[in-house]
């Protein structure tokens, strides 16, 4: 197993984990309760971390956790194809009228 993320919370480290076996990566997370032994280990050691089980998905995880991490910034708009609407570029269906863009 490699330690591929260490996250800031719990939810935050479950969402990796998900992202990756949505991708077929097999990954777990780990010191899921360590959060509450704060004050008595090193804040460092608390935070929930996301573990790979296999060596060969590295390069696959890393660049799905850079993807999470550093998301694509949308810098047009989109007018909706059915009312016309503006919509910002990340948008995946119309604010106004719910077509797929």
Known sequence: ???????????????????????????????????GGLGDIPFGEAYPEVWIDEPAD???????????????????????PACGEENPGNFELCWKCGMHI
């Open 1 to 35: 197993m490699i330690r591929i993320y260490q996250a800031a919370d719990l939810p935050e480290a479950h969402l990796v984990a998900g992202l990756l076996r949505h991708a077929g990566i097999a990954s777990r997370v780990l010191k899921e309760n360590a959060q």
């Open 58 to 80: 590295l390069d696959r995880a890393k660049a799905i956790i850079a993807e999470f991490e550093y998301p694509p910034v949308a810098s047009r708009s989109m007018a909706c």
